[in-house]
């Protein structure tokens, strides 16, 4: 398994099979013949070797992009992990504009690059956000999160890798169930 992990080779090949991914997209979405379990554990077994083969401490790409939603849980922690306040946590680093009442989704970080990115390494890494511990997620419902993880393709090479992966393989799922 050759896999790409250069960020501009990524994003040009992304956009490049931007329509093709769509297609696995509408394959996977409209067939009524393999069940939402079935994809997943085909996924999970894909996906598994290569985020255990793609290194994330030499990417980072998600932490310098990606709007991560905080819950009230995760100011607790990066309180905790900074020795700060729960309001001055969300004062400094939650942007007021996305603020909910939602407990679970009380808002985004403020800023991007992430705050606690320190080289491509997070500095608060056991008391990261749930959102940054689950992410890139490919299951429960990989067909139905195939499309946000269309647009995250371009940006993380483990989604690309992964939806280069099932691509090649859709077809033969979708006739050993036909
Ligand atoms: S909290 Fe850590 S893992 Fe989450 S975006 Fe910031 S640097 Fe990345
Ligand atoms: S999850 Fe994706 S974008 Fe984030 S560091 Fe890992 S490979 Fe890079």
Redo the contacts with the bound molecule.
């Keep these: 398994m050759t896999l790409i992990i250069d960020l501009e080779t990524v994003a040009h090949l992304a956009e490049q099979r931007k329509d093709e991914f769509d297609v696995l997209r509408y394959q996977l979405q409209y067939d009524d013949d393999l069940s939402d379990e079935k994809i997943d554990v085909l996924v999970d077994s894909i996906a598994a070797p290569i985020v255990a083969a793609?290194d994330?401490t030499q990417?980072?790409?998600?932490?310098r992009g990606l709007s991560v939603q905080l819950g009230d849980d995760d100011i607790v922690n990066l309180a905790t992990a900074t020795e700060k306040s729960v309001e001055s946590i969300k004062t400094d680093f939650v942007d007021a504009e996305t603020y909910s009442d939602d407990p679970d989704i009380i808002g985004t970080f403020k800023h991007k690059p992430c705050t606690f990115l320190s080289g491509k390494r997070c500095s608060v890494y056991a008391q990261r956000p749930e959102a940054c511990r689950l992410?890139?997620q490919f299951t429960p419902d990989f067909r139905w999160m195939l499309n946000w993880m269309l647009e995250g393709a371009g940006?993380?090479?483990?989604?690309y890798n992964v939806l280069d992966a099932v691509s090649a393989q859709v077809d033969d799922w979708q006739r050993s169930h036909s």
Excluded: D, E, Q, R
Aim: some cysteine.
């Design positions: 793609i994330c990417c980072a790409n998600c932490c992410y890139p940006k993380c090479p483990i989604i």
